[in-house]
């Protein structure tokens, strides 16, 4: 019985049979068309060779015994000798075919799924449930490669044993046939029944693991854990965890016992039907000589060849569909729209200098960029567009200089830098590097331009060198330390014990917050993009630490295009530009002297946001 996910059983029951879906992963097969030719061919060879020994027998017993020829006996038996060396020679090529072109494809379509998920909008990402996108990767990948080498190459199998086997049989002696087929709804209809009975105690089963482990994980995380501790509360966790793990254990006896009644039921009927096959044929024997003692045992031996099959093939529909969902979810995450492509033709930004310019930008969040049912149950309402989140801006961003974009929160000014990098393209208007429309540009060039320094530094679990390379892999380890100096990590890290090795990220070395945004400034550096975007977010920052990272960053910014969200005074102050954003729309623009000067919003912002003391102090400078 594959062990699929129980919801896929009752979704495979639940909906006809689709042939879409089964058409597309058929595709799929294609470039293992051959092999597949050749593993249905070793099949119908194994099931003819399976069907030779009982007809051997029935020579001994007819031919050899009577005639007493020592030399046919041991002929036959050197018979039946290479029948088994073939029937295990084959399965193992069978084996080795089923299993090379299940993997391979899953390799295939695994690969493909990944590359996939990263060429998704990052609205994807922000409404989709990780854990659920991740189980789609895994287990529905796994149920399609269950459903490839184990499902349909069982079903194939199963198919050509049950028609080699009875087409002799009928070859043989129709009549006591005949008795064999009546028997047959024997087979299969407890099969059927148990069959159902069992994946309900599987799916119960599962149920209750699963919750098991969702307890598990959660106490056994620091903070349950301490939360366990504090309370004191060990005995009463215990008996709660007893509790479910009586239920797992008793519903693996009703498993165990419930298997136990299907084989003994087919045992029986087996014996039922092998019994039938010799006293219908012993009674043909007793009238009508023309039927040998020998063929009615050969009928008697190919009955118990039948049966195993039949029982495999009673549930081989619901299998089927069961593997067609698996494969039908693989598919949906595969036909997400990538919202964001290079275009035909899309051009290589080269050399960039960095002149960046937004042109009557208007924008609204795209409506539902992601599936349903990846989706948290918050997610029901995100059909719609946004209202309008950017309305007419335009903007000059010279190469070389720094724009501060400040405003209130939720006016648009994250929104309005992820334009740059296209983590979103403009609902109308342009965006241009160097006079260039990005979307005339190639993604990865135009990724190569930009450099993000966001508020929440994120590091891959991996070594801080393997961290830093990840933006340029070609970087040497001088350059490596030259680009931690600049963003003043390099003390840190090399006083290090593992120094440039040392392992970080979520289960890693814990860096403090503003380390860790060095160390991502530093990976920004060694990328040497040609426009940095700036979430200066240090308010979460130690004064120390504070200092070493706005050092780090005035390196970052030197000789670059900048557009900083600004949250402190003195990067205001130091902007060429500032651009006060409210509700989507620039509402003034200029230096820091002009705005105030102009007693505007940005005036009332620097005293209420900045600090009216500090912004007279930083102004008077
Ligand atoms: P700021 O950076 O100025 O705080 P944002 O650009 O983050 O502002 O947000 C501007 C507006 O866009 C807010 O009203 C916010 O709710 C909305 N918004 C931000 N991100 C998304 C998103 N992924 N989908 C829909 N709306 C969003």
Redesign the pocket.
């Known amino acids: 019985m594959p062990l699929l996910p129980m919801g896929d059983v009752d979704e495979a029951r639940s909906r006809g049979f689709d042939r879409t879906t089964a058409r597309r992963a058929w595709s799929l097969t294609r470039p293992w068309r051959g092999r597949l030719t050749a593993f249905v061919a070793l099949i119908v060879l194994a099931a003819v060779v399976s069907a030779v020994p009982p007809l051997l027998i029935a020579w001994i017993i007819d031919e050899a015994i009577p005639a007493a020829d020592r030399g046919l006996l041991v002929t036959l038996f050197a018979g039946m000798l290479l029948v088994g060396v073939i029937v295990a020679a084959v399965s193992m090529i069978e084996r080795w075919l089923a299993s090379s072109i299940g993997e391979e494809l899953i390799l295939d379509l695994r690969t493909r799924l990944y590359r996939h998920v990263h060429t998704l909008p990052?609205?994807f990402f922000?409404r989709t449930q990780t854990g659920s996108l991740i189980t789609r990767l895994n287990n529905d990948v796994i149920g399609a490669q269950r459903a490839l080498t184990g499902t349909l190459g069982g079903v194939v199998d199963n198919l050509i044993s049950v028609t080699v086997t009875l087409a002799v049989m009928f070859a043989l002696e129709w009549r006591v046939t005949l008795v064999a087929v009546a028997l047959l709804p024997l087979f299969v209809v407890p099969a059927r029944i148990v069959g159902r009975r069992l994946q309900a105690l599987a799916r119960e089963g599962m149920g209750l693991n699963a919750e098991m482990n969702s307890v598990m994980t959660e106490r056994f995380h620091v903070a349950g854990a301490l939360l366990v501790k504090l309370f004191g509360n060990v005995d009463r966790e215990v008996a709660g965890f007893h509790d479910r793990a009586e239920r797992v254990a008793a519903i693996g006896v009703r498993q165990a016992l419930t298997g136990r009644a299907l084989f003994a039921a087919l045992g029986f009927v087996g014996t039922l039907a092998t019994g039938l096959v010799y006293l219908v044929g012993g009674l043909i024997v007793i009238d009508s000589p023309e039927i040998e003692v020998g063929t009615v045992v050969a009928l008697g031996l190919y009955v118990t060849q039948l049966y195993g099959p039949l029982a495999q093939l009673s549930n081989a529909r619901v299998d089927l569909m069961t593997a067609l969902v698996s494969f039908e979810r693989v598919f949906e995450v595969l036909d997400l729209p990538r919202a964001i492509e290079d275009r035909d033709g899309a051009r290589e930004l080269v050399e960039p200098r960095g002149h960046v310019r937004f042109e009557d930008v208007w924008f609204r969040?795209p409506a539902g960029s992601g599936l349903a049912s990846l989706e948290g149950p918050r997610a029901e309402h995100g059909d719609d567009a946004?209202a309008w989140?950017l309305s007419g801006i335009d903007l000059d961003v010279p190469a070389g200089s720094m724009v501060a974009?400040v405003?209130?929160?939720?006016?648009?000014?994250?929104?309005?830098s992820?334009l740059v990098p296209r983590l979103y393209d403009v609902t109308s208007g342009a965006v241009r590097i160097d006079g260039h429309d990005v979307r005339d540009l190639t993604l990865t060039s135009v990724a190569e331009a930009v450099g993000i320094v966001s508020q929440d530094a994120h590091l891959f679990h991996d070594t801080i060198r393997a961290n830093l390379r990840y933006a340029r892999p070609s970087a040497t380890d001088e350059e490596l330390v030259a680009a931690a100096r600049a963003a003043r990590i390099h003390d840190v890290v090399a006083a290090l014990p593992d120094g440039y090795d040392t392992v970080v990220g979520e289960r890693g070395y814990r860096l403090s917050g503003g380390e860790k945004q060095r160390v991502s400034i530093a990976r920004v550096l060694l990328k040497d993009p040609a426009i940095v975007i700036l979430d200066e977010a240090t308010a979460h920052l130690d004064t120390e630490s504070e200092r070493l990272v706005q050092a780090a960053l005035a390196e970052t910014l030197r000789g670059r295009t900048s557009l900083v969200?600004a949250h402190r005074l003195s990067t205001v102050v130091d902007a060429d530009v500032i651009v006060v954003?409210d509700a989507?729309r620039i509402v003034e623009q200029g230096t820091h002297t002009e705005l105030l000067r102009a007693g505007g919003v940005y005036a009332e912002l620097a005293r209420t946001q900045f600090g009216g003391g500090e912004a007279t102090a930083a102004d008077r400078r």
């Open positions: 990052i609205a922000t969040y946004s989140i974009l405003g209130r929160s939720g006016a648009g000014k994250s929104t309005l992820s969200i954003l989507g």
